[in-house]
């Protein structure tokens, strides 16, 4: 066994360059919320605040000037009409005119939408860049965030679950 | 002006550009005093969209939003733990540049001494062997 261990060193750089090739794989834009496991923040744009909020819900932050927002777009539309998902919309720096257009050409999803003109409302929900997503519990205490585009994969396995589904 | 000289001068100016990016004079506060504060305090927080740089010298819009904030904190009459506390409660611990010492960082902390520590005592260990 003594003999063994002129191997330990290896044995420990190995470990380490695994853990770190493991970590060259992880996307540096994915940052932990902390906002996970508290209530939803206090905020208030024209058209929704805090109160406003009902959970179980969706709060889906996105702008018309936002590429990634229509790829998703057709996800928040499937989750409102066929799974009843309440979905609460905040247009984040974006113009009240702006917002409305992008919604008149792909459909509304919102149950009720803020426009948060100069994304004031962005950074008391700690967003980094459009879209994201918060699912809140039915006490509003926000339980999952999806950073960037919702894809059909991250709405079955994080977004119903979290939701209670 | 030479050609070389106004070469020289347009690579300075493109430069320069980035430099000036960042803070513009229409976000400083009035006060001087509370407008060093909150340079200093941006020097510490992280732009959280382009990692390594503060939002200090980042002129990332959403560095902006977060100078603005910090400022308006300031303004209503924040302490700097105050203003700081702030920021991390919405964008975590992340937010700032020199990691706070928890339990979560202790390895980030501690790590690199403790493997001087172990490196040392292996030296000692393979010196007296030889002895």
Not at chain 1, 29 to 38: C, H, K, N, Q
Not at chain 1, 40 to 58: N, Q, R, S, W
Not at chain 2, 39 to 68: F, W
């Amino acid at each position: 066994m003594r003999r063994l261990l002129f191997l330990l060193p290896l044995a420990v750089f190995a470990a380490l360059a695994a853990w770190l090739y493991i970590g060259l794989g992880g996307d540096p834009a994915r940052i932990p919320s902390p906002l996970v496991g508290r209530t939803a923040p206090a905020f208030a744009v024209d058209g929704l605040a805090t109160a406003d909020l009902e959970g179980p819900a969706l709060v889906n932050i996105f702008a018309s000037w936002c590429v990634p927002c229509r790829a998703e777009h057709p996800l928040l539309t499937h989750l409102a009409e066929k799974e009843g998902v309440a979905i609460y919309g905040i247009a984040y720096k974006d113009k009240p005119e702006n917002a409305n257009a992008f919604l008149a050409e792909l459909g509304n999803p919102y149950r009720r939408v803020g426009y948060d003109r100069d994304g004031q409302a962005g950074v008391e929900w700690g967003v980094t860049g459009v879209p994201e997503t918060f699912v809140l519990d039915a006490g509003s205490v926000v339980v999952f965030k999806h950073t960037g585009p919702l894809t059909p994969d991250t709405v079955r396995r994080d977004l119903l679950p979290a939701l209670g589904r | 002006m030479t050609r070389p000289a106004a070469i020289l001068a347009l690579l300075l100016a493109l430069l320069s550009a980035p430099a000036m990016a960042a803070l513009d004079a229409s976000e400083m506060l009035a006060d001087p005093a509370l407008e060093a504060r909150a340079r200093a305090l941006a020097k510490g927080l992280r732009c959280v969209v382009c990692q390594n740089q503060s939002i200090d010298d980042s002129g990332a819009d959403l560095a902006r939003d977060l100078r603005r904030s910090l400022r308006a904190r300031l303004l209503a009459g924040d302490s700097d733990e105050e203003a700081l506390a702030y920021l991390t409660h919405r964008y975590g611990d992340y937010v700032l540049l020199d990691p706070p010492l928890k339990p979560a960082t202790w390895a980030l902390w501690f790590a690199p001494a403790g493997f001087a520590v172990l490196a040392l005592l292996l030296v000692v260990r393979y010196f007296r062997r030889r002895e």
